[in-house]
């Protein structure tokens, strides 16, 4: 299974966006990345999913270089509702076909 | 689309004691269920793979006979733990799935307290 690197803790300000780079120099040629947001005391939330280049939807967007050896999360304008940890995975057939792997995430904390 | 609900949130027993968590895929038919454990501050360990009409895959170190899992509909996978004890006191948290290409969905998790 790929391990995933992704900083432990971030701070930011209401309406700023916010990068979270996650590297995984090992990945495999079938992974997918995958993005997962988690409160206290509920389950890990789906953000996003990509395989290569840049995938958007109405919350977030992941940005996927040629290599695939990292890749980011932006938030754009987040909120103090977006402090929360958010997860990094890597895994095979999007990241459902097999077992996820979870490391430690990154802390963001939202400020006013 | 693609909700998981957790029954129960919340278990408070007694040392020796059975508790039974139930995971359900609301939307969508779960071929494959997952579930984790997840230790205050700490990241999700996974505990167990189950697909449905399929005996579970148990990570090593989790221990089968203590964690009895049951995956007979595609709806539908229990977690018994058995005979818990405080230190099996964390929070569980089930995922599904549909096809293999699709993300996992996971549950609000069970916070289970042994005393």
């Known amino acids: 299974l790929a391990k995933t690197t992704q900083p432990i803790s971030m701070d930011s300000y209401e309406g700023q966006e916010v990068n979270i780079t996650c590297s995984h120099n090992?990945?495999?040629?079938?992974?997918?990345i995958t993005w997962y947001q988690q409160f206290p005391s509920q389950g890990p939330r789906f953000i996003i999913q990509g395989y290569k280049t840049k995938v958007t939807n109405e919350v977030a967007s992941l940005f996927i270089p040629a290599d695939r050896k990292s890749s980011t999360l932006s938030l754009p304008r987040v909120s103090l509702s977006d402090t929360a940890v958010y997860y990094c995975?890597?895994?095979?057939?999007?990241?459902?076909?097999?077992?996820?792997?979870f490391g430690t995430g990154t802390q963001l904390k939202v400020e006013l | 689309g693609a909700v998981v609900s957790q029954h129960p949130s919340w278990v408070i027993c007694k040392s020796g004691t059975s508790v039974k968590i139930e995971c359900r895929s609301l939307?969508?038919?779960?071929?494959?269920m997952f579930w984790y454990r997840q230790f205050p501050k700490q990241s999700l360990m996974l505990m167990a793979t189950s697909n449905e009409g399929s005996k579970a895959t148990y990570e090593q170190g989790v221990e089968k006979d203590k964690f009895l899992i049951n995956h007979a509909s595609l709806t539908l996978s229990t977690l018994t733990v058995t005979s818990a004890h405080p230190e099996d006191s964390s929070f569980y948290i089930c995922s599904a799935r549909d096809t293999v290409n699709q993300p996992q969905h996971f549950g609000d998790g069970t916070r289970l307290s042994i005393l």
């Open positions: 995975l890597v895994g095979r057939t999007g990241g459902g076909g097999n077992k996820l792997t």
């Open positions: 939307d969508f038919q779960a071929t494959t």
């Open positions: 090992n990945i495999a040629t079938n992974d997918y």
